[in-house]
């Protein structure tokens, strides 16, 4: 257990729908990180939190938007999803000097 | 903006080998630089990382990585590869230090012959 939990590990759904996904970082650290991970773009870089604040912003769709709540939690909302939004999406956690990643959400779009 | 190389696609190394799997980077400055490792439908597991001091950095399951400044390099290595190693291997950095985000490479599959 890497201390960042992520839900569901699994998930799939039909195109054009909507769906969240839930990540807890590891105790006492500030900063989420979303990517995405998918054969052909390998793994991309979505968006960053640090503290509630939208810290940084890489290849992230309009379609797709993120949060963090005060709890330190962190929520990835994909909406209008297609075929091609099937992916591994890992939630990461950072202090000082590093980095850590939860499992992954498997999504699958059919 | 960085960027991260990984020249290897694939690699093949029959058990008890050798490996070293190349990562070449394009910044500015010094980044930090990690290695971690992806099995089969697991996350990614930290194997070393590299911030400043001595450029010889030893890692988890026997991996150590070197830090070569004049060739933008941040090459891994393990004296002797064991089956269970075999898995994708990725490269990351992050610039300006922790607490910005990584920026990985395309990643390196490592098979093991028996």
């Known amino acids: 257990d890497s201390g960042v939990t992520q839900t569901p590990k699994h998930l799939i759904t039909a195109t054009g729908q909507r769906v969240t996904l839930r990540c807890s970082p590891r105790?006492?650290?500030?900063?989420v990180y979303w990517y995405q991970q998918s054969l052909d773009q390998g793994l991309q870089f979505l968006i960053q939190?640090?503290?509630?604040?939208?810290?940084a912003k890489g290849n992230i769709l309009e379609r797709f938007s993120a949060q963090q709540f005060p709890d330190l939690h962190s929520e990835l909302n994909l909406s209008s999803l297609e075929l091609g939004d099937s992916a591994l999406y890992f939630c990461?956690?950072?202090?000082?000097?590093?980095?850590?990643f939860g499992s992954g959400t498997r999504l699958t779009v059919v | 903006a960085q960027s991260v190389t990984q020249p290897d696609i694939h690699i093949t190394v029959s058990e008890g080998a050798s490996l070293e799997l190349r990562c070449n980077y394009s910044?500015?400055?010094?980044?930090?630089l990690f290695w971690y490792v992806q099995s089969p439908g697991q996350g990614l597991q930290l194997l070393l990382k590299y911030f400043s001091g001595d450029t010889l950095v030893q890692g988890i399951k026997g991996f150590e990585a070197e830090f070569k400044r004049s060739q933008s390099s941040f090459n891994l290595r393990k004296p002797s590869v064991h089956w269970s190693d075999a898995a994708e291997y990725f490269c990351?950095?992050?610039?300006?230090?922790?607490?910005?985000?990584?920026?990985f490479g395309g990643g390196t599959r490592l098979m093991v012959k028996p």
């Open positions: 910044y500015g400055a010094t980044p930090y």
């Open positions: 990461a956690s950072s202090r000082q000097y590093g980095y850590t």
């Open positions: 990351a950095v992050a610039p300006g230090g922790a607490g910005n985000m990584l920026t």
């Open positions: 939190y640090y503290n509630g604040e939208e810290r």
């Open positions: 105790s006492g650290d500030l900063s």
